[in-house]
Structure formats: C-alpha cells, structure tokens
C-alpha cells in the first residue's frame, strides 16, 4: 500500500487515460497536462477508460516508482474535476484505491439531540 508522508498532495487526472504508457509517457503527462514536476515527491493518479484500472506514478527520491491496480469487478469512483485536475486527501485516495466511493462517506455516529 502506498502511503504519502505528511505534505504529499495527491493529484487526479480527469478523464480517461492511455493505460498503455508507461513511466515516461505518464510522466510526460503530468507536465503537459496537469502542469505539475512528476519528481516532486507528489502522487499522481490516472484512470483507464473502462474505470477499472488505476496507475500512480510517484517519485521516492531515488527513481520513479509506478503502482497500478485492476479492480476484478466494479469500476473506481472517479471524480468530475474540472481543467483536467483535481485532488484528492491522502485518506480519500486510500478509499480509491480499495473501490470505495470515496465522495460521500456514510456517517457511523449521531450525536443525540437534546428535547
């Protein structure tokens, strides 16, 4: 699993994604289109056009590192970002990447109302 240090932003292509490109290709995306230095220590997260496939690309200081996951069934929740970027906590993109729908988390608790 991966997990992102304290100040790690994590960044969401919007759209589907050429699942075929690899490090260079990804890398090659984030500086085009969503304006960012693939080797800043950030995360970024692109979506196959069927939606049941992720990959993360993330620099670790040493070299590029890419993480890619297929969901067996269902499709990743994906968000409506607008100029082609958006972001995500690094506590919503570990409900990504377990399939979960991360944009409306369901509330456990309610306080008790007085009267």
């Keep these: ?3 992102p240090s ?7 292509a919007a759209g589907a994604t ?4 690899g490090f260079d290709g990804l890398a090659r995306q984030v500086q085009q289109v969503l304006g ?6 950030h995360l970024f997260v692109f979506r196959g056009r ?5 990959k993360v690309l993330f620099w670790d ?5 890419l993480f890619a996951k297929r969901l067996e069934r269902g499709r990743f929740v994906w968000p ?8 995500l906590t690094p506590a919503q993109l570990s409900m990504l990447l377990e399939g979960i729908d991360w944009r409306m988390p369901a509330r456990t608790w309610q306080p008790e ?3």
């Design 80 to 87: 409506q970002a607008k100029d082609g970027v958006g972001t």
């Design 36 to 41: 960012q230095d693939p080797f800043s220590g």
């Design 18 to 21: 050429d699942m075929r490109r």
């Design 113 to 115: 109302r007085a009267g």
């Design 6 to 12: 304290a100040g790690t932003r994590v960044w969401l």
């Design 50 to 54: 069927r939606g049941d496939l992720l």
């Design 61 to 65: 200081g040493q070299g590029l590192c």
């Design 1 to 3: 699993m991966i997990s």
